[in-house]
């Protein structure tokens, strides 16, 4: 391997899906300012996700609709704006 092209602050870090709180421990360059204690008894930075495998729609078969911060509403009324009423062409 290729010497210091790999970040300095490659560590373990905690990612959390905050709709289902599934918490999971990986390695990472990711910056947080967020830390937890692990299951281990130590610290770690804590990355919040929307979104995980244990959420997303394609992995749990279950259809679940996630709205944060008003985005799905931001979309359809967009998606409204483009559209034209029935009956006019």
Do not use: C
């Amino acid at each position: 391997m290729k010497k210091e092209i790999h970040p300095k602050n490659y560590r373990f870090v905690i990612f959390k899906d905050i709709s289902t709180d599934y918490a999971f421990m990986t390695k990472s360059a990711i910056d947080s300012k967020d830390t937890i204690t692990w299951e281990d008894g130590k610290e770690y930075p804590l990355v919040k996700l929307e979104i995980s495998h244990m959420s997303h729609p394609f992995y749990t078969g279950k259809m679940k609709l996630v709205d944060t911060a008003g985005r799905v509403d931001k979309f359809r009324t967009r998606y409204q704006k483009g559209k034209k009423p029935a009956g006019e062409e």
